[in-house]
Every structure is written in structure tokens, then in C-alpha cells.
């Protein structure tokens, strides 16, 4: 089993940066693809950015594409999203995945592709 814990999150005005973070545990932390969702309210659940459990290979929704960074910290066992030039359509409540990946440069972008989920941080952009 593994358990999911996020941090970070808050309330920022539109241009400013914000940082979230994902402590998987329970599990072998190299042996983790991680992956960052959101839910805006009224809305689904989508897809933001993903790494693999190698941590070379990175992927990211065009919506945040240039904005936000996804990477892996091996030292703190965690997984960052570093979220640049906010806007107010980034508000919603983040939630990190993790699944043990069988490859080293696995990822998905599917919430399907994943099994063990955090609680979700809430993020509010104001403009």
C-alpha cells in the first residue's frame, strides 16, 4: 500500500508562483511514476504533468505547458510541482497519483493510470 501526502498550496494573486509537493511512502520511492491532477470546481478532474519513476522522462498538459515544472527530489523521497505566472483558470484543488511502474520511463496521463491518490491541496488564483 501506498500513501500519498501533498503540500502546499494556498491562495496567490494571478502572475505569482506557487509550489506543491508529494511525499509517497509505502513503497520503494524510485519504483514510483508520479503524476499531478486537478479538479476545478464544476468540473473534471484533468491531467496536469507526470514523471516517470526514472525521473527522465516528464510530460505536461498544453494548458500548463512553460509554466509548471514536475520533478523528482531523491534525497526527500518527493515529487514538486513548481507552478509559475498563475492564473486564475489554475484554481482548483491539485491531487498527486502514484503507481508502481514496471518501466523506468513510465508515465501516464490517465486517472486510471494510476492507484494510490492524496487527499488534494487546494490552489485559488485570484486576479
Known amino acids: 500500500q501506498v500513501h500519498v501526502a501533498e503540500a502546499g498550496g494556498g491562495l496567490v494573486q494571478a502572475g505569482e508562483s506557487l509550489r506543491v509537493s508529494c511525499a509517497p511512502s509505502?513503497?520503494?520511492?524510485?519504483?514510483?511514476?508520479v503524476g499531478w491532477f486537478r479538479q476545478a470546481a464544476g468540473k473534471e478532474r484533468e491531467f496536469v504533468a507526470a514523471v516517470s519513476r526514472s525521473g527522465d522522462i516528464v510530460d505536461y498538459a498544453d494548458s500548463v505547458k512553460g509554466r509548471f515544472t514536475i520533478s523528482r527530489d531523491k534525497a526527500k523521497n518527493t515529487v514538486a510541482l513548481q507552478m509559475n505566472s498563475l492564473k486564475p483558470e489554475d484554481t482548483a484543488v491539485y491531487y498527486c497519483a502514484a503507481r508502481v511502474a514496471l518501466r523506468s520511463l513510465w508515465y501516464g496521463r490517465s486517472q486510471n493510470d494510476y492507484n494510490y491518490w492524496g487527499q488534494g491541496t487546494q490552489v485559488t488564483v485570484s486576479s
Open positions: 509505502g513503497r520503494t520511492f524510485g519504483s514510483l511514476a
